[in-house]
């Protein structure tokens, strides 16, 4: 027999993050694929994401490159947007000793 069945969908809560964000203020190079790379001013960073500030607007979803200071091209995921503030998060996390280190130079 079947009977009424109820899923319930839970959402992260607001400003729910994967790790301690640390604000910072540098530039990084961003790249969407098939585009050339320019530069972006990054105001947050963490090791599973970060917050860059672009006149370009990729698409929610959109997978980029950013070029961190001193680190090869990281693959990350546009997840938020607020105007021209961008809120991304890193496909594969940085360590979080290298997330730290980041934070501390680029304050």
Known sequence: M???H???IKKAPTG???AE???VA???RFREPGLNPFDVELHDLSSTGFRMV???RPRIGKHIWVSLPGLQPLEAIVRRA???????????PLHPAVARH???KLR
Request: hydrophobic share 35%; charged share 15%; with cysteine.
């Open 2 to 4: 079947l009977g009424n």
């Open 6 to 8: 109820t899923t319930e």
């Open 16 to 18: 729910a993050r994967g």
């Open 21 to 23: 964000r640390a604000p």
């Open 26 to 28: 540098a530039h990084a």
């Open 54 to 56: 672009t006149f370009s």
């Open 82 to 92: 607020d105007g021209n503030n961008f809120g991304c998060e890193f496909v594969h």
């Open 102 to 104: 980041l934070q501390v």
